[in-house]
């Protein structure tokens, strides 16, 4: 997917929060966002990959503001919060759990979020339908499948993607799942090291991207990576990044699953803002 006019407004405010959860002086962070400034209108054209040049921009401002992870403990409350509360969903069956692993996508883990909100919110997500649904033809597909390759998007609802997996394995038993993370921190994306923490490996097998960027742009990636994308019988990609990098493949076993949060999201798949989707562009 390439930048629509809102990308850049929208990595300027990411930028935003970068700067304000890692610095704490008004005049440095006047500087880090002039900075910021001057790098978006070098790393982004009509050819950007949102996903891409914005996750370039944060790893620039990230040294420029000599803070390698300014999101850290909003990613820890994340996972604590997430944690807790999907123990309240584990007699869910595989279809129910797969609209949880999207409810983890919809919702903000984030400071002063109340727990019990978090609960009612996630509840009414799951009570809705998906805008397109195609579980059931990703289903099949797994059923005569050797290797699943399940990409997730951020820390917080990567709980509620083990909840899936683990679900996953129950219906697909013989099914190798290999779940990828982020080789290092990027906003809140979860990293390996998160996965690790959260114990997929005792449900899956756990590798890296081999990157930072956000998603799994396959010209950013590691070649021990590539060769698992392109060995998998199945991907699942979690989240908007993912899709925003992998969209353009024309790859007829990928998946997405994510909500569309925002304006060219929607746009692009041709949805309502705030749609629920588990789909396949190529069986549409």
């Known amino acids: 997917m390439r930048i629509h006019h809102e990308c850049i407004a929208c990595a300027i405010n990411q930028c935003q929060k970068i700067v304000e959860m890692g610095l704490f002086e008004e005049y440095s962070r006047r500087d880090a966002m002039l900075f910021s400034l001057r790098r978006a209108s070098e790393l982004f054209s009509k050819d950007s990959i949102p996903a891409v040049a914005g996750g370039l921009l944060f790893l620039d401002l990230y040294k420029a503001i000599g803070n390698d992870d300014p999101f850290q403990k909003y990613k820890r409350l994340s996972n604590e919060i997430a944690r807790e509360l999907v123990g309240h969903f584990r007699d869910s069956d595989l279809g129910t759990a797969l609209k949880l692993a999207i409810a983890g996508n919809v919702v903000d883990f984030s400071v002063g979020y109340d727990p019990q909100k978090l609960e009612d919110d996630i509840k009414q997500v799951v009570s809705e339908s998906l805008a397109i649904d195609h579980s059931n033809e990703l289903f099949d597909r797994l059923k005569c ?12 609802e990567i709980y509620f993607d083990r909840l899936f997996i683990e679900k996953l394995r129950e219906n697909f038993p013989n099914l190798r799942i290999i779940v990828a993370g982020k080789e290092e921190p990027i906003i809140n994306d979860a990293t390996v090291d998160d996965l690790v923490e959260a114990g997929f490996g005792e449900v899956a097998e756990v590798v890296s991207t081999g990157s930072r960027l956000p998603g799994a742009p396959l010209d950013h990636v590691s070649e021990t ?3 698992i994308f392109r060995s998998a019988d199945v991907i699942i990609a979690k989240g908007q990044a993912n899709f925003e990098t992998l969209s353009e493949t024309g790859d007829p076993r990928i998946f997405f699953l ?10 692009e798949i041709g949805v309502p803002i705030g749609s629920l989707l588990c789909f396949n562009p190529l069986l549409r």
């Open 225 to 227: 990576f590539l060769e």
């Open 258 to 267: 994510l909500k569309a949060k925002c304006p060219p999201i929607a746009r």
């Open 145 to 156: 499948a050797k290797t699943l390759l399940y990409l997730v998007d951020n820390c917080g």
